[in-house]
């Protein structure tokens, strides 16, 4: 089983800003972890959990189907946001990718601070009910060559797909002119860059 490597000095400090916020939905600080597909969003949450002592992580992977790339705010909301504002755990149905269908239900318990990470974390419908709303800074092409050469040829016609929908919903529902955080992958770590400016940032 791949450890997570232990959380530097800057995710230390962002886990005490983390927990210094406001409950944003319930007694939880949600948390969002956006960014275009293969910017490294699922490495990051899980280092930020860690360093957060480990807060639990929503992937939106496990709401998102074949037949709905981005179109599970509904059920999000029942699920998950409805739940959590009355103090109660969240339960959820995660897909499965492979078998196409969704499995056992999943109960996620209403923590001080919850990480949901994937692409559409910042979207409108979701805003309102998080804390702080994190971008991970690296742009759509490199993000999606990683993705592919992450996911092997066997997917190509899947990030066809995807490639398509991810710009169709970035363009209709941008996240990062909204973003509190920039976050920026180094080779030693990560670095936070100013929020951006909301009236011409652009995904």
Known sequence: MKS???????????????????????????VGVDGHAGSGKSTF???LADALGGAPVLHLDDLATHEEFFDWTDRFRRQVLDPFGR?????????DWNLRRFGAARVLEPAPVVLIEGVGAGRRALRPALALLLWMEL????????????????????????TQAEMRHFTEDPSRP????????GQAGYEWLPRPDSAAGTD
Do not use: H, K, N
Request: aromatic letters at 10%.
């Open 178 to 185: 909204f973003a509190d955080t920039l976050v920026r992958q």
């Open 139 to 162: 742009d759509a092409q490199a993000s999606w060559i990683r993705g592919r050469q992450r996911d092997g040829i066997g997917l190509s016609a899947f990030w066809d797909d995807w």
């Open 45 to 47: 949450a899980a280092r």
């Open 87 to 95: 103090g109660e755990a969240a339960r959820y149905d995660p897909y």
């Open 4 to 30: 997570t490597p232990p959380p530097g000095a800057e995710l230390r400090q962002l886990a005490v800003r983390v927990g210094a916020l406001t409950p944003s939905c319930g007694p939880v600080r949600l």
